[in-house]
């Protein structure tokens, strides 16, 4: 049961359900208001209109209804002229495509030719044709209506999930970069994490989609009352994340250099080893702490997971000293490779530094303000409505 309930708050299994009972609907409606026995058009519509998040139905769906609308009376046109054959089924996807392009359907223009194919299919009696207006009307009326009655989920605990993910899987990675550096690691091994390490990016990837979803659930949200807060937050929190996993592949990449130098010999003396292995748990401790503080809505909980980071980074940062004077002894003695030494300490740095709190705390404001700018330039109007409530507010407070 409890799994069941949570597959229903993923965003595929609630798109199915939302446009499952939007379609529904549309048909049932059609059924009363269209002269034809199987108003399928409407469902149709309502399928293409209905969207995983509130922004993109009013962004997409308005295109989503010209591109049907357009396709429908290309097939009207064609309906009333020719048959279905395979002659007229290419002219109607040539038509279709260059109305697509003259209404400006942007990105569904494919969908005019969608809509134009499945309507012509059906549509063989020409004084039916204007029933499939009708019920593309219908289906997008009900395709709208459903998302503004049913505003669709907030999609920020899912990207939540995906950031802390991400930081757990570079946690067990980094662990596996600090196994063994007291013995002689072979080349495979070493190889084989910088490979690991690479398949980050596709991770990234993911994420980043899963945060762009969440973005969208939160703009003109009327449950949402700091939705720019909610986005800057976690898009800020997944850049450093992305930082922190090239600097991470870089990392990689120094420790199979000096696996290729080390062949006959142990990577590290044993102190050095454990000390490095040490501060690698202790950054990687630090990466899932930030990841938890970025994705924490509750200020008690935000709190304590921001406590839980400072301890990480200082704990980290003791460890890197301690590493480097271990480091900086053993090259005065064996000065071997000593640039790569002082590349892993580069490497370790960069990471401590993108996640430390004061750098987070100034990206984050600058942030807000780029993108707070960004929304007075765009929607003057809005933000000069907006300013004009609140010195009226300001006004009343005082009187």
Not at 154 to 175: K, Q
Not at 267 to 274: D, K, S
Not at 381 to 392: D, E, G, M, S, T
Request: proline residues 3%; hydrophobic residues 50%.
């Amino acid at each position: 049961m409890a799994e069941f309930v949570k597959r229903r708050r993923e965003p595929a299994v609630a798109q199915t359900l939302r446009s499952t009972a939007a379609a529904t609907i549309a048909y049932v409606v059609a059924l009363q208001l269209s002269n034809e026995t199987a108003p399928l058009t409407a469902p149709l519509t309502a399928l293409l209109v209905v969207q995983v998040t509130l922004y993109s139905t009013l962004t997409t769906g308005i295109r989503r209804v010209n591109s049907v609308v357009a396709g429908v009376l290309v097939a009207i046109a064609f309906s009333a002229l020719v048959g279905l054959s395979w002659w007229s089924l290419g002219l109607i996807i040539l038509a279709s495509l260059v109305v697509g392009r003259i209404v400006r359907a942007g990105e569904f223009v494919p969908e005019v030719a969608i809509s134009a194919m499945l309507v012509l299919g059906v549509t063989r009696v020409t004084t039916t044709a204007w029933d499939r207006v009708l019920e593309t009307l219908i289906g997008a009326a009900v395709g709208l209506l459903f998302n503004f009655l049913f505003v669709p989920p907030v999609w920020v605990g899912t990207a939540g999930e995906s950031i802390e993910d991400l930081s757990r899987r570079m946690r067990r990675l980094l662990l596996r970069i600090g196994e063994g550096l007291t013995g002689s690691i072979p080349v495979e091994r070493a190889a084989a994490r910088l490979h690991e390490a690479r398949r980050l990016d596709h991770d990234i990837s993911e994420v980043d989609a899963a945060l762009r979803q969440a973005e969208d659930s939160l703009r003109l949200n009327p449950r949402v009352r700091e939705g720019l807060l909610h986005r800057v937050v976690l898009r800020t929190g997944l850049d450093t994340l992305e930082i922190c996993t090239v600097v991470l592949r870089v990392l990689a990449r120094t420790f199979t250099d000096l696996a290729k130098e080390r062949t006959e010999e142990a990577l590290f003396p044993p102190e050095v080893g454990n000390a490095l292995e040490d501060l690698l748990a202790r950054v990687a401790g630090a990466v899932v702490s930030f990841a938890v503080l970025v994705t924490t809505e509750v200020s008690e909980s935000a709190e304590m997971a921001e406590v839980r980071l400072s301890e990480d980074l200082a704990a980290a940062t003791r460890s890197r000293e301690r590493v480097a004077h271990l480091l900086l002894e053993g090259v005065q003695r064996h000065p071997r490779q000593w640039q790569l030494h002082g590349a892993l300490l580069a490497e370790i740095d960069r990471m401590l530094d993108e996640l430390n709190m004061e750098n987070r705390s100034q990206r984050l404001m600058e942030e807000l303000d780029r993108a707070s700018r960004e929304q007075r330039e765009r929607h003057p109007r809005l933000a000069a409505a907006r300013q004009w409530v609140r010195r009226r507010s300001r006004r009343g407070g005082h009187g």
